[in-house]
């Protein structure tokens, strides 16, 4: 898959396909300039979660990855196949529903993916006053027994 300022959509078969669309996305977040930052959109059981783990995978992170829905974040590290150390940060702000809690916590979490050169990937983005610029926008939504992927790529 390879950066370009236009909308696509994905149709995913299965949870598999959804876990390989995040493997894919690993390039293009680690080849971008400035923060990775991945929002993640559509609702329970859409296949966020799943789509980080394949996004984790790609990133050489071995650990099980689950929803952090009530830590909130998770920070993982891994070494690529590229042989380079590659952090994840895994933010969930589905339980906040004060906008100025969401923010909060986005911005110390976006502080330290910047420090650690770390992916952000964050669930639930709906949750803040705003959305983050220059960030992928992924949303997911049931289709049937599939499922519809809409990538947006910073500024679209």
């Given at each position: 898959?390879?950066?370009?300022?236009?909308?696509?959509v994905i149709?995913?078969?299965?949870?598999?396909?959804?876990?390989?669309?995040?493997?894919?996305?690993?390039?293009?977040?680690?080849?971008?300039?400035?923060?990775?930052?991945?929002?993640l959109?559509?609702?329970?059981g859409?296949?966020?979660?799943?789509?980080?783990?394949?996004?984790?995978?790609?990133l050489?992170?071995?650990?099980?990855?689950?929803s952090?829905?009530?830590?909130?974040a998770q920070?993982?590290?891994?070494?690529?196949?590229?042989?380079?150390?590659?952090?994840?940060?895994h933010?969930?702000?589905?339980r906040?529903?004060?906008?100025?809690?969401a923010?909060?916590l986005?911005?110390?979490?976006?502080?330290e993916a910047?420090?650690?050169?770390?992916?952000?990937?964050?669930?639930?983005?709906?949750?803040l006053?705003?959305?983050?610029?220059?960030?992928?926008r992924?949303?997911?939504?049931?289709?049937?027994?599939?499922?519809r992927?809409?990538?947006?790529?910073?500024?679209a």
């Amino acid at each position: 898959m390879r950066q370009s300022a236009e909308i696509r959509v994905i149709h995913l078969a299965d949870a598999a396909a959804t876990a390989a669309l995040g493997q894919a996305l690993a390039s293009l977040l680690l080849n971008g300039v400035g923060a990775a930052t991945l929002l993640l959109q559509g609702e329970l059981g859409a296949g966020k979660t799943c789509l980080v783990q394949g996004l984790a995978l790609a990133l050489g992170i071995d650990e099980p990855i689950t929803s952090p829905t009530f830590a909130l974040a998770q920070h993982y590290g891994g070494l690529g196949a590229d042989g380079q150390p590659h952090a994840l940060i895994h933010l969930d702000l589905y339980r906040l529903e004060q906008p100025a809690a969401a923010a909060e916590l986005f911005a110390q979490e976006e502080e330290e993916a910047l420090a650690l050169g770390a992916v952000l990937a964050v669930e639930w983005p709906e949750r803040l006053p705003w959305l983050p610029q220059g960030a992928w926008r992924l949303e997911l939504h049931h289709d049937g027994d599939r499922r519809r992927a809409v990538l947006r790529p910073p500024g679209a």
